[in-house]
Every structure is written in structure tokens, then in C-alpha cells.
T-cell receptor, first 114, second 111 residues
Framework: DAGVIQSPRHEVTEMGQEVTLRCKPI?????LFWYRQTMMRGLELLIY????????DSGMPEDRFSAKMPNASFSTLKIQPSEPRDSAVYFC????????????FGQGTRLTVV | DAKTTQPNSMESNEEEPVHLPCNHS???????IHWYRQLPSQGPEYVIH???SNVNNRMASLAIAEDRKSSTLILHRATLRDAAVYYC????????????FGTGTLLAVQP
């Protein structure tokens, strides 16, 4: 398996534009996580899905952020409208069911909002 | 929610063992202890995890205190490639391993 695949790797956009980040989890994994990493706040869990259903979105910072998982092999994180403070590295991770399992992270998307 | 406490940074010499401590005094009986590391410009990667007994794998060893209020990640022979931020995380259990990252320990390895 190629691992968790995120696209794009880098994204530069202007303030106010819509940004969509994409993630393809590892086949067979039932859980998917979106994280955001900044120098100031470290790694923050934004939302996670289990069997394509959002379980906990309490980490989503504002209504400008939304995430979907239309099927087991694809998820998106959308920011509309984007703001400079959204600049960060966004990671997607997937894992099998259960707390006794290993999570696999993608390489991340570095987002810069100017 | 149970939290972990780690030193902000540690230094080691290449080829020497490294012991990375983690305190988790409010751990609950069902919490797994996970360790991840993040190399520069990469996503976090799994290192090891355990519940009560010490664990070994090809990357590291995990020593868990008898009262489970602390644990130590052991890298047997540090290499320059082991320079990274190491995170000790308690898995809050349930059907999903919801990993909440703290600030971790930045490990520097000197040649």
C-alpha cells in the first residue's frame, strides 16, 4: 500500500478563497483523522471519522472549516473563506478500528494563505 | 482527560542508548500508552505502544512502571536519523484510537 496520500502537498492561496485539502486513507482502515500543526499550537486534532461517519468535530476551529468523507477511500477538508491564520500544515491519518492500533499519517499539506 | 508530561528537549550521542521519560499520573486503567515521533518536515510516525507490560519492537523498547503512572521509551543505539520530536500519548480508548498530541520531547543526537 502507498500509505496515506494527501494532496496537494503545498497550497498557496489568497485570503477569502476556498481551499480544499484531500486525503486517501489506507485501504481497509475504518478511522480517519484530520490534524493541523502550527508552531504556536502544535498538533491539533480537528475531526475524526469512523466508518465514514464524523464522530467528533469539536476540534474544528470555526464554521469556515468543514470536512466530509463520502466513501471509505476519500476525505476532504474545506476552508471557506480562508484567512491568513489558517496557514499551517494539515495532516491526515488513518487507522484500523480499536485503541490498540497504529495510526498512519500522510506527508501533510502545507497551506499558506496570503 | 488524562495528560502526559515530557521534558521539552534532550540530547544524546550517536551510538548511545536514549531514555525518554513520560509521566502520566492520571492514566486510567484502559488507556494505552502510545509513542510517536515526527522527523523534520514529515508527518508523525508510530514507534511503539503498550498497556501494562514492557514492549519491544525493532525500533525501540517501552518500559511501563508497575503503577502505570510513568513510562520510558528506550532507543538502544541512537543514530542521527533518530533526531525528532517524540510524543507520548494516552489513547482515550473506545472504538477509535483518538490521539491527542502534547508538545513532545525534541531529541537532538550529536555525532
Amino acid at each position: 500500500d502507498a500509505g496515506v496520500i494527501q494532496s496537494p502537498r503545498h497550497e498557496v492561496t489568497e485570503m477569502g478563497q476556498e481551499v480544499t485539502l484531500r486525503c486517501k486513507p489506507i485501504s481497509g482502515h475504518n478511522s480517519l483523522f484530520w490534524y493541523r500543526q502550527t508552531m504556536m499550537r502544535g498538533l491539533e486534532l480537528l475531526i475524526y471519522f469512523n466508518n465514514n461517519v464524523p464522530i467528533d468535530d469539536s476540534g474544528m476551529p470555526e464554521d469556515r472549516f468543514s470536512a466530509k468523507m463520502p466513501n471509505a477511500s476519500f476525505s476532504t477538508l474545506k476552508i471557506q473563506p480562508s484567512e491568513p491564520r489558517d496557514s499551517a500544515v494539515y495532516f491526515c491519518a488513518s487507522s484500523p478500528d480499536g485503541s490498540n492500533t497504529e495510526a498512519f499519517f500522510g506527508q501533510g499539506t502545507r497551506l499558506t494563505v496570503v | 482527560d488524562a495528560k502526559t508530561t515530557q521534558p521539552n528537549s534532550m540530547e544524546s550521542n550517536e551510538e548511545e542508548p536514549v531514555h525518554l521519560p513520560c509521566n502520566h499520573s492520571t492514566i486510567s486503567g484502559t488507556d494505552y500508552i502510545h509513542w510517536y515521533r515526527q522527523l523534520p518536515s514529515q508527518g508523525p510516525e508510530y514507534v511503539i505502544h503498550g498497556l501494562t507490560s514492557n514492549v519491544n519492537n525493532r525500533m525501540a523498547s517501552l518500559a511501563i512502571a508497575e503503577d502505570r503512572k510513568s513510562s520510558t521509551l528506550i532507543l538502544h543505539r541512537a543514530t542521527l536519523r533518530d533526531a525528532a520530536v517524540y510524543y507520548c500519548i494516552l489513547d482515550y480508548g473506545g472504538a477509535t484510537n483518538k490521539l491527542i498530541f502534547g508538545t513532545g520531547t525534541l531529541l537532538a543526537v550529536q555525532p
